[in-house]
């Protein structure tokens, strides 16, 4: 039997995140994940020395560097992503399009593209100085149990662990919140995400492109090399069914055709996952010594690309409201404080869902008037620089109600 402070299942980017916090805080922690240890694909710091396979990507916004940077994994994490300085949204057959440009924000970047197992490779690198988390890896959960003073794991190598506070940071199927019974609201976007590695003729130049089609939006996310891109294709979920059936030269040309040629033509140069794209949203994040965080509370469209960034601040938040308990030697998974951190990133969360929605239902009705209104407003914006400003403000994390960790001015550093 092992006695700790805080158990976290999952060990995705808010799992690892969330264990790195709190163990700087001193706290003892166990994380426990059912998958491998990730890969180590930290360029220059791997045996092997290999690059990113950029198999799948985040865009990170300010606040979660800002957050990486005083985890001291920014910089490795910067040595293998792509800031983009520049960013263009239009929609196909229509006049309608809006670019933003970092110069015009007064910052160095609109975001980072970086690689999902990278992040987790170099927070678990993180990890392994301090002595204080214990990581299990590859390991199933046979009990979950809470009584009035402590949780109690059973992992299915018989390991049992008492904690004073669970996490669920097991993602979007999460079983925490199942076995806990939080009730889920959810539904079902209707499209499907394909993400791939492309390489395109034309340099990107630092640019992220989003192209709105009749069946859903197209990203082109710029990576280092500069003719390489990672797609996010959502679309029906029929449509979506035909593009991932079709061969690699068909799908080329599929893509190369959405994209409107913007890049020339495109090669694929890795396989093509798909993802059914749900929102969810728990409308309840904790119940007694038990609260869940990122994915397992919420997950929303990839079309702008905010997932991670915001599942990165739930857990900066916890690791804050439970420092505060800790400085007051007070229990670490008081319900005030559960329900005081529920109540802040439940207001982040819903006003992200609707935002999502919005663009969602504005961008995918057909009818000939929503075409033109959609088209002269996003023109007008276009043309307001300060209500620019202020949209994208929001999409880079300097606006809002975000941790102290997160706030951390970024003047300075290196892009
Ligand atoms: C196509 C697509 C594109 C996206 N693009 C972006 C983007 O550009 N920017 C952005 O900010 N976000 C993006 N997102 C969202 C982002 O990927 C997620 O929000 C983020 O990865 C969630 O992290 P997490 O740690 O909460 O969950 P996960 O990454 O899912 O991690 C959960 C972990 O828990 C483990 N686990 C599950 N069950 C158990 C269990 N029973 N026991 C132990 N461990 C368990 C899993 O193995 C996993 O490692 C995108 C999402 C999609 C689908």
């Not at 199927?173 to 499907?192: C, E, I």
């Not at 308990?325 to 005030?336: R, S, Y």
């Amino acid at each position: 039997m092992q006695n700790t402070d805080i158990t976290i299942v999952g060990g995705g980017s808010a799992g690892l995140t969330l264990a790195l916090l709190l163990a700087r805080q001193q706290l003892r922690v166990v994380l426990v994940e059912k998958g491998p240890v990730p890969a180590d694909a930290a360029p220059g710091t791997s045996a092997t020395g290999a690059q990113p396979e950029y198999q799948r990507v985040s865009a990170l916004n300010m606040a979660s560097r800002a957050l990486f940077t005083e985890l001291g994994v920014w910089p490795g994490l910067l040595s293998g992503a792509a800031a983009y300085t520049d960013m263009q949204v239009w929609e196909a057959d229509s006049f309608a399009k809006i670019s933003f440009a970092a110069a015009q924000q007064q910052v160095e970047a609109l975001g980072y593209i970086c690689d999902n197992e990278q992040i987790r490779s170099l927070l678990y690198q993180q990890l392994q100085q301090h002595s204080n988390v214990q990581c299990y890896f590859e390991v199933g959960i046979s009990q979950l149990k809470q009584g009035e003073r402590d949780v109690m794991l059973q992992l299915d190598n018989n390991e049992l662990i008492l904690s004073q506070l669970l996490v669920g940071a097991d993602g979007v199927n999460s079983f925490v919140r199942q076995h806990m019974q939080l009730p889920l609201t959810h539904w079902d976007y209707q499209h499907t995400a394909i993400v791939a590695k492309i390489r395109c003729a034309e340099a990107h130049q630092l640019t992220a492109r989003q192209v709105f089609l009749a069946t859903g939006p197209l990203a082109l996310l710029p990576l280092p090399e500069p003719d390489m891109c990672s797609i996010v294709w959502s679309a029906e979920t029929d449509e979506a069914r035909r593009l991932m059936a079709l061969d690699n030269t068909a799908f080329n040309q599929a893509l190369c055709a959405a994209s409107h040629s913007v890049l020339g033509p495109l090669t694929l140069q890795s396989e093509r996952q798909a993802f059914g794209l749900t929102m969810r949203y728990a409308s309840s994040w904790q119940r007694g010594r038990v609260v869940l965080v990122a994915d397992a509370a919420h997950s929303i469209h990839p079309l702008a690309g905010q997932g991670m960034n915001l599942g990165l601040m739930d857990v900066a938040a916890l690791a804050q409201l439970i420092g505060e308990q800790q400085a007051a030697g007070e229990d670490l998974a008081a319900t005030t404080m559960l329900r005081r951190f529920e109540r802040w990133r439940k207001a982040e969360a819903q006003s992200m869902i609707i935002t999502m929605e919005a663009f969602k239902r504005g961008f995918t009705a057909k009818a000939p008037l929503a075409k033109l209104i959609r088209g002269l407003g996003l023109v007008a914006v276009d043309r307001l620089p300060l209500l620019k400003q202020q949209l994208m403000a929001h999409a880079l994390g300097l606006k809002g109600d975000l941790p102290q960790l997160a706030q951390q001015p970024v003047a300075g550093a290196d892009v």
